[in-house]
């Protein structure tokens, strides 16, 4: 299936959608590098930046004023890797380093929006917040229902003067309403929540035949939430029948056992904080952590400890 997607736990939203040969939608950063190339300049994060007339420049270059954010200029692995606050001159002296930039210090909420997107236009917007935890990781995501007008204003505008000729999805990381990472994709976590097999219908027609077109009536919120454990741990994924059962309990929409066995742990991108072992979506937020409190306890009995010292898995991380 053209539908190129990297992670096995979630090819069982795109299963059964008829997607032509000749027609390829990416779910991964890299995909999106390689088949966009006249728009691929949308991961350099300095450029993004410049882009919004944000006070930035590479390491190298001194801020003129304290605090920024500091980050890497590529990061196609995600989980904000290299990211952090320099709040005066020792600690950009103390921690810059090649192939970092500096920028504005942006404040307020935080927002990840999925756009389709015709010829630089925006035709769908879905907005989703998290709920962080300690350590880069979240509790919970919230697939809002409502629409953000001051995102969908700013990055409007935005698209119009950047992207013109673009056709496709596209993703906004943004603080304040205002952007901080863009992606030619959209977010392959929560489609069952966008509307299922209905709205990978639309994905397809929009990279099939440049349009887009779905009745999204009916959207409602719903709820994605995760399961870390503790990292230096050789985890197995749970019985299949066990993760049928959870599946099937009601307002759950689906399961994501979020990695591969067969890896070592270190093999897989995760946040400083612990190892993502599973993603529960749901229209209910008690019922998804009801959810995710039996899968949690599957890995008590499943897990291989690499560490001396035995650890639970934790929950909330």
Request: glycine content about 8%; aromatic content about 12%.
């Amino acid at each position: 299936m053209p539908i190129r997607e990297a992670d096995p736990w979630r090819m069982q939203y795109f299963e059964g959608v008829d997607c032509p040969e000749d027609v390829n939608v990416p779910t991964e950063d890299g995909d999106a590098w390689l088949w966009y190339p006249e728009y691929k300049w949308v991961y350099n994060k300095l450029e993004i930046s410049e882009s919004q007339g944000f006070a930035c420049g590479p390491h190298g270059l001194e801020p003129p004023s304290f605090p920024v954010f500091s980050k890497p200029v590529f990061n196609m692995r995600g989980m904000g890797t290299g990211s952090r606050v320099m709040r005066n001159l020792t600690d950009y002296k103390t921690h810059q380093k090649p192939g970092h930039f500096w920028t504005t210090l942006l404040e307020g909420e935080h927002v990840s929006t999925d756009v389709a997107v015709v010829d630089g236009e925006a035709k769908w917007w879905r907005h989703t917040t998290g709920e962080p935890l300690k350590g880069g990781m979240f509790d919970y995501w919230t697939v809002l229902a409502d629409s953000k007008p001051e995102i969908e204003e700013y990055c409007g505008d935005w698209l119009r003067r950047n992207l013109t000729g673009y056709t496709g999805m596209a993703n906004f990381e943004t603080i304040g309403a205002r952007i901080i990472e863009a992606h030619l994709r959209f977010a392959d976590q929560w489609p069952d929540l966008y509307g299922g097999h209905p709205w990978v219908d639309a994905l397809v027609r929009l990279y099939r035949d440049g349009v887009w077109q779905y009745d999204d009536s009916a959207r409602r919120e719903g709820y994605s939430v995760v399961l870390f454990g503790a990292h230096n741990v050789q985890y197995h994924h749970p019985p299949r029948d066990l993760i049928d059962d959870i599946r099937a309990m009601p307002d759950v929409t689906s399961v994501q056992v979020t990695f591969h066995e067969d890896r070592p742990p270190a093999w897989h991108s995760m946040p400083p904080g612990g190892f993502r072992l599973g993603i529960v979506n749901c229209w209910n937020l008690e019922a998804g952590m009801r959810a995710r409190e039996r899968l949690a306890l599957s890995y008590w009995s499943t897990q291989e400890l690499r560490s001396a010292r035995r650890r639970r898995p934790a929950v909330d991380g």
